[in-house]
């Protein structure tokens, strides 16, 4: 790493940098305001200075600090002037200072001359964000994670690395890879942007796979000027307070996400039953807990947040369905293992060769009420083929002769219905719909979906009465938007 770091010191120092130009369009001087050699400390005799730009007018704006580990002269270089002057266009100030390889007291000291220069120099020092490239990022990226500095809202991280022990779950970073970069550099970022997915932390990863280290000033193209704009807007977002809030809100969610992403169960269940004690009414994370517990084989508990969570609306067949059937056979409990495999059988998500290759239905797959539902299944999929092969009134004619429970069940009726409507054959599924409404009248669900069939299928008359049906029958929140939907655009709202 000392190897690295100083090649990457030697190319940020070498004359070539120096030569080159910020390749973003510089902004109308009238627009901005600069102030160069503002002293702020003394070392060794040496009079450290920084210099700030900032939009012009007298508005108090947040604060961009161009981190620096002690290279000389650094914010005289055209590359740091033309970030200095892009970002005060877009409405921050930009301070870009002398430093010292004693990085973390330079940095303290600049912060403190900030502060006490606050109303000086318009500038809110509660709102900063830290900008570091290439090996400037050793400063920038731990000082940005460290959650003792809640001054900081957010890094823009360019082309370099750093250790850091700990990455902060609620402070947003707009980290960039050069794509054209060497293996030993590209390889421990990837090492670190794999760690901060993993650790579901809020960084957006920008990957510029044609960029130079430097692009910024070395490709000189509109890709790069994309990417610096999009940094700028970034650096404007992350400084409001709303959506600092937001984040700060959103930490604790995601930090206990990926615990439950890497496996740990146990911090797993201990946070999702926080969550569910005190939000009982939130689905995703009965789920989750769900998921945990089965994790941990108290299968009974997950069973039960499992089926809450699908009574809360959170009603994938992958997601939660399967998950509860696999609960209830760990569980030994076959009649919910039933009555779930039938829930999900019905989808086109979920097939017995799945369900018979899942270990956790072995012991619970020759019991008399799986082997009905898996002979009813069949059954279902062999009408299913009828209406893929376009033989729909064989189909139709034995769903309204047959007395499987499985198949006149309403939820296999309006499957089966979106299935052909799904395949352009609205007649033959406002048939099906027929069958449903006839034995299920009291249901807004299916008389919506008749009515939806009924609107593909040019009937429009029919689609407006049995929308006014399913509104009569005090339908649930979805299916009223969508029957009120449907009479609008009818013309009988």
């Not at 570091?132 to 823009?156: C, E, H, K, Q």
């Not at 009134?393 to 007395?403: E, K």
């Not at 429970?405 to 499957?415: K, M, V």
Request: include cysteine; proline fraction near 5%.
């Amino acid at each position: 790493m000392r190897i690295l770091t100083a090649a990457l010191l030697t190319l940020a120092c070498s004359s070539s940098l120096l030569s080159q130009q910020f390749v973003y369009p510089r902004p109308d001087p009238s627009k901005i305001t600069v102030k160069h050699d503002i002293p702020y400390q003394k070392v060794d005799g040496r009079e450290l200075t920084f210099d700030i730009y900032r939009p012009a007018g007298s508005a108090v704006v947040p604060v961009v600090i161009t981190c620096n580990v002690g290279i000389n002269s650094m914010k005289g270089w055209p590359g740091y002037v033309g970030w200095g002057e892009a970002t005060a266009a877009a409405g921050l100030a930009s301070v870009h200072y002398d430093g010292t390889e004693d990085w973390n007291a330079t940095f303290a000291a600049l912060m403190k001359e900030l502060v006490a220069r606050a109303d000086e120099l318009k500038i809110d020092p509660s709102r900063v964000v830290l900008w570091g490239g290439s090996t400037n990022v050793r400063l920038a990226l731990p000082f940005a994670m460290d959650p003792a500095r809640d001054y900081i809202r957010g890094a823009v991280i360019y082309y370099g690395i750093a250790e850091v022990p700990e990455l902060h779950p609620g402070r947003p970073v707009f980290f960039v890879r050069a794509g054209l970069d060497r293996p030993q550099l590209n390889d421990p970022i990837d090492v670190l942007l794999a760690r901060a997915l993993r650790e579901n932390v809020p960084w957006t990863i920008e990957n510029y796979g044609g960029g130079l280290h430097g692009f910024d000033i070395f490709n000189d193209n509109d890709v790069s000027r994309e990417i610096i704009r999009r940094t700028l807007d970034f650096m404007n977002a992350v400084t409001t307070d709303k959506l600092a809030l937001a984040y700060t809100a959103s930490a604790s969610d995601a930090k206990l996400a990926a615990a439950f992403a890497r496996g740990e169960w146990a911090l797993a269940v201990e946070g999702y039953t926080a969550k569910v004690k005190s939000n009982p009414r939130d689905g995703e994370s009965h789920l989750r807990l769900g998921e945990a517990l089965y994790q941990t084989g108290r299968y009974d508990e997950a069973l039960t947040h499992m089926e809450a969570a699908w009574e809360m609306g959170r009603r994938g067949p992958r997601d939660t369905g399967l998950p509860a059937a696999r609960a209830a056979a760990r569980a030994g409990n076959i009649e919910r293992t039933a009555h779930w495999l039938g829930v999900v059988l019905r989808t086109p998500f979920v097939t017995e060769e799945q369900v018979r290759a899942d270990e956790a239905f072995g012991a619970v797959l020759e019991s008399e009420a799986v082997r009905t539902l898996l002979a009813a299944v069949a059954e279902q999929n062999e009408l299913v083929a009828l209406l893929a092969e376009g033989k729909s009134a064989v189909a139709i004619q034995r769903l309204r002769q047959t007395s499987n429970p499985h198949l006149i069940s309403e939820a296999t009726l309006i499957t089966l219905g979106y299935r052909t409507l799904g395949t352009g054959r609205a007649a033959d599924a406002v048939s099906i719909f027929l069958i449903a409404v006839e034995r299920y009248p009291r249901s807004a669900n299916a008389w919506d979906s008749l009515s939806e069939a009924e609107e593909a299928a040019g009937r429009d008359a029919k689609a407006v009465e049995s929308a006014r049906r399913a509104l009569a029958l005090d339908p649930p929140e979805n299916v009223r938007v969508a029957a009120k939907g449907r009479l609008e655009r009818l013309g009988r709202p």
